[in-house]
Structures are given as structure tokens and as C-alpha cells.
């Protein structure tokens, strides 16, 4: 906040677009039953609500969101009473969050004011405080146009106060406010610039370009912790290849792995970058066999082993090993000691999840061989490793131009085989008691409704 109480880079009386309902393709009724009742119980009760972020830019989009968040001018006070089935999370914001059946939750949020102080100097990184705002000042305080966009179910009309729709329209990524300063305070920023643009197939906004390209180096004053997760976040979402094409472009990649810089460079290095490109191609492939009742999970440790082949087979020329005792134990040794040091630390790896990568890459040689044939000699299927390591085979061999992996490896139970079993009587999740901090509140036994809805 500036010294006079005003959000920097918020237009004084900002006066936003209003694009009504026979402007854009969103209808009512591909909002998720939940999160309407939870708009319409807000304003049965007094208070704005408003569909905030991603969810009105995936359905201006004709896609289905994952998550549909809610702003309110309602406090978090004021929306525990009025939802009785809910909790209150977060330390550096408060957000509350709404339970329905079959562990569908609903989170809700108070609008926010800019959190970004001393604004005349854009060495500052994002504080840890925030405060309640208004509609514009959270509009401002996003970061990107696209996810800036509000809509209100009392007109069916999309609120737009930084051009987030026209955005859309033209499938250009921006970043919100002067690029320079919004990168700065928050380098993650970043890494979602890159992410929204490979998802969507966007162009980024040559000023955005320009900005993290300039800033990238700022990445290394994160906590490793946040890369980390913004790093599986990319991974997983089914958009890993472009993803990847993007941050090798912008030596992004570099910055966050700065060990890859010189395997990179020159011809070799372009072949290297190919790798990389099919590895995350059949990340891509198989995350999108994930259904409403199929789902694909990769463990994190597969995610990143994807990651470091190409640096493992420059590194320990890889593919050529074919040894045994003493010395696969010493290959072993040697990985796992790189892997602290440029890997793991960095990006703060707990320790199973780095032995299991180190797993994946001593025995990738042998595996490769034979996946390749299709014959195991019992000795190997017996080993404790044998399922994850023919996973990671298949997958790699399909990256260097063999058969598909069967995307049955990877599926994970099916969600409403999950939604029922935690719907049944007697399932206990370990969140079903009361009054235990961050425990889940429970659902009324009855046969309608849950606490904090009438009934009728």
C-alpha cells in the first residue's frame, strides 16, 4: 500500500467492462452445482459473491475447471458462521473452505487488496502480508489479465477491469501491472507465466517475455520448496512438452537446473533438448488418458527422474552401462552423491523420493534391454523395484521412438470409486473428528443437506 492507503498500479476510480450475458459463452449451468450454492447462499445472505480466476477463464475457454473459487466481500469470520460445514486455512491469507459430499470443496476467499510494498523500490520480494480489498484492487493484485476476471451470477455478466477477456479472445498472456516490478516482487510469477501460455496454447505479451527473461536469475531467491511445486504443477498438467520448449527458449530450464547449462550448448546439447522434449511428450501423452472415472497418476519421483536422463547419459554415459555388483553399487554411490549436490538440495527432494530417482536411473540400462525384447528373467521381476523401473523403462523407450507404455501402469483408483468409499457408512479418512485442528468437519447423517444449507 502506498502512503496515501491507494494500491499502486490500480487506476484511481478504475471503471471495468462489463460483458453481459449474450456477450460470452458462459452459462449458468456449467458452473458446478456446488459452487453455485455457495454464490447463491451468499447472496441470499447480503453479501457479493463472484467466480474468480480460473474457473471463468477455462469456461470462457469451453473447458472444464478444475477448481471454482469464490471472492466475497463476506470476512472469513462471517463466512464460518455462515457455512457451518467449513474450515478456515492459510496462514498468510485466510481462506475458507466449504465441504460437500464426496470430498468436493469449495474455496472461498475475501477480496484483496495489493500486498506489495515500497513501491519505489523493485528490489523488494512479496511480503507476507495482505489485506482485504475491493473488487478492482483484487482484480490488480493477480497476476496475469486472463485470470483477473470476475463473474457474478445475479446478471450472469463477466466483471473485467484489466482487459483479461479481450486477452482471451486474442490468446495472449499478460502479466498484470508493470512487468518488471510484478516479477520482481514475486519471481514465481514466472514460472506461471510460462505454464498459462503452454496450456493454452498463448502467445506471451513481448513486455511479459521480456521481463521474465530479464528476471529469470530471480527464481534462486525462492524458497526451493515453492519451485519445487510449481515445477510438479508443470509436470502433471498435461502441457509438460510445450511447457518444456518454452523454458529451454527462455534458459529458464537452465536457471533452475544450472548443472543442465553446459550439456545444453551446441549440437550435442540440441540432441539433448530433443530428449527432453519426447521424455515430457510422453508425460503429456499419458496424463491425457485421465478421465472423469480413469485417472493417471505419475509419482513425483518418475516426474522428476523424466527430467535428468538426458543429464544422466551425459553425465554417466548411461545407456552403456551393464554392471553388476561392486560396480552398479558404485555407479549407484556416485549418482546419489550428484544428486545431493545439484539436485535434491535445490529443490528440497526428501530423501525416499531421491533414492527412488537414483533407483530409476542406475537400473534404466538394464530395464531399457529388457523392455526392449519383452522377456524378464525371474531374478529381476523379483527385485522390490521391478514394477517402478519397468514403468520408467516403458516410458523411456516410447520417448526414444518404441511402442507406447500402457497407460494402465500409471492409472490410480478410479474417482468415484473413491467418491463411494468415502461416502460409505464406517469409512474412516482420519478427518471425520470434530474440533481436531484442520480436521474435516463432518456431514450430517441425514438424508439431505449438510450443515450450514437449509433444506427446503
Not at 499419458?286 to 513425483?300: A, F, K, N, T, V
Not at 523424466?306 to 560396480?327: D, K, S
Not at 514403468?391 to 483408483?413: C, H, I, Q, S, T
Amino acid at each position: 500500500m502506498s502512503p496515501n492507503g491507494e494500491c499502486p498500479d490500480v487506476p484511481p476510480s478504475p471503471v471495468p467492462v462489463i460483458i453481459p450475458a449474450t456477450d460470452h459463452p458462459i452459462k449458468v449451468h456449467d458452473i458446478d452445482g456446488e459452487a453455485l450454492k455457495v454464490l447463491y447462499r451468499l447472496r441470499d445472505a447480503g453479501f457479493a459473491g463472484y467466480l474468480v480466476g480460473g474457473g471463468v477463464r477455462d469456461l470462457y475457454l469451453g473447458q472444464r475447471p478444475k477448481d471454482f473459487d469464490i471472492s466475497t466481500n463476506a470476512r472469513p469470520g462471517q463466512l464460518r458462521k455462515l457455512f457451518r460445514n467449513s474450515r478456515t486455512i492459510g496462514r498468510r491469507f485466510r481462506l475458507v473452505q466449504v465441504f460437500f459430499r464426496g470430498g468436493k470443496i469449495i474455496e472461498v476467499s475475501t477480496l484483496r487488496s495489493r500486498s506489495e510494498y515500497d513501491i519505489n523500490d523493485i528490489d523488494k520480494v512479496l511480503p507476507s502480508n495482505n489485506t482485504f480489498g475491493t473488487l478492482p484492487e483484487d482484480a490488480f493484485r493477480r497476476d496475469l489479465t486472463i485470470n483477473s476476471l470476475f463473474y457474478e451470477i445475479e446478471n450472469n455478466t463477466i466483471i473485467d477491469y484489466v482487459g483479461g477477456v479481450k486477452d482471451l479472445d486474442q490468446g495472449i498472456i499478460r502479466i498484470v501491472g508493470e512487468p518488471d516490478r510484478r516479477v520482481t516482487r514475486d519471481p514465481v510469477r514466472i514460472m506461471r507465466v510460462v505454464r498459462h501460455a503452454a496450456r493454452n496454447g498463448f502467445r506471451i505479451e513481448e513486455q511479459s517475455w521480456q521481463a521474465i527473461v530479464r528476471h529469470r536469475h530471480k527464481l534462486d531467491l525462492c524458497p526451493p520448496s515453492r519451485i519445487r511445486d510449481e515445477l510438479l504443477r508443470d509436470l502433471r498438467g498435461g502441457k509438460s512438452e510445450p511447457w518444456t520448449r518454452t523454458v529451454l527458449k527462455s534458459r529458464i530450464f537452465t536457471t533452475i537446473m544450472p548443472f543442465y547449462a553446459e550439456i545444453l550448448d551446441g549440437a550435442r546439447g540440441r540432441q539433448r533438448q530433443q530428449e527432453l522434449l519426447a521424455l515430457t511428450s510422453v508425460l503429456d501423452r499419458l496424463h491425457g488418458q485421465s478421465g472423469d472415472d480413469y485417472r493417471i497418476e505419475i509419482p513425483d519421483y518418475m516426474l522428476f527422474t523424466t527430467l535428468l536422463v538426458p543429464w544422466a547419459e551425459e553425465r554417466f554415459n548411461l545407456r552403456q552401462q551393464r554392471l553388476h555388483g561392486p560396480e552398479h553399487h558404485i555407479l549407484s554411490r556416485g549418482i546419489r552423491a550428484e544428486l545431493d549436490s545439484l539436485f535434491s538440495e535445490r529443490f528440497n527432494i526428501k530423501r525416499l523420493d531421491k533414492e527412488a530417482i537414483t533407483t530409476l536411473l542406475v537400473n534404466l540400462p538394464i530395464f531399457e534391454s529388457h523392455q526392449r525384447k519383452k522377456t524378464w528373467p525371474k531374478w529381476l521381476r523379483g527385485k522390490s523395484y521391478f514394477a517402478d523401473c519397468s514403468r520408467f523403462a516403458g516410458l523411456f523407450v516410447e520417448a526414444a521412438g518404441g511402442p507406447a507404455v500402457d497407460a494402465n501402469l500409471f492409472a490410480a483408483k478410479p474417482r468415484q470409486a473413491r467418491r463411494e468409499a468415502a461416502d460409505s457408512p464406517g469409512t474412516d479418512s482420519g478427518h471425520g473428528r470434530r474440533g481436531r485442528r484442520g480436521g474435516r468437519p463432518a456431514f450430517s447423517s441425514r438424508s439431505k443437506g449438510v450443515f450450514g444449507f437449509r433444506n427446503g
